[in-house]
């Protein structure tokens, strides 16, 4: 079993920044990727970012069409965690963020969620 917790979300005004964490816990050997999601009110969860052979130190990065140039996924193997940077977020970035985390034999995590609002 995998755990992931997120955390981070919040309000944030248009134009601002904000940096979600995903801490990672458990039988994270068999994991080879990483990423976020997110579920926008009203509609279906979308890719945002994700990592894939994150173990390697140059894992290759995809980044959702909506977010690429604004938004940076990274990772700390040794610490086990997970960050996205947000930077420039719109109002239609609102949504519910989580976390995700594929492992070896077609298995697959998600963590609970976090609200980011983004509102003047």
């Known amino acids: 079993q995998v755990q992931l917790v997120e955390s981070g979300g919040g309000l944030v005004q248009p134009g601002g920044s904000l940096t979600l964490t995903c801490a990672a816990s458990g039988r994270l050997a068999g994991v080879y990727g990483m990423g976020w999601y997110r579920q926008p009110p009203g509609k279906q969860r979308e890719l945002v970012a994700a990592?894939?052979?994150?173990?390697?130190?140059?894992?290759?990065?995809v980044y959702g069409g909506s977010v690429n140039g604004r938004f940076t996924i990274s990772k700390n193997n040794a610490a086990n965690r997970l960050w996205l940077k947000m930077d420039k977020v719109a109002p239609e970035d609102t949504a519910v963020y989580y976390c995700?985390?594929?492992?070896?034999?077609?298995?697959?995590?998600w963590g609970q969620g976090t609200q980011v609002t983004v509102t003047s």
């Open positions: 995700n985390a594929d492992a070896i034999g077609d298995l697959e995590y």
């Open positions: 990592l894939h052979n994150i173990h390697r130190d140059d894992p290759t990065i």
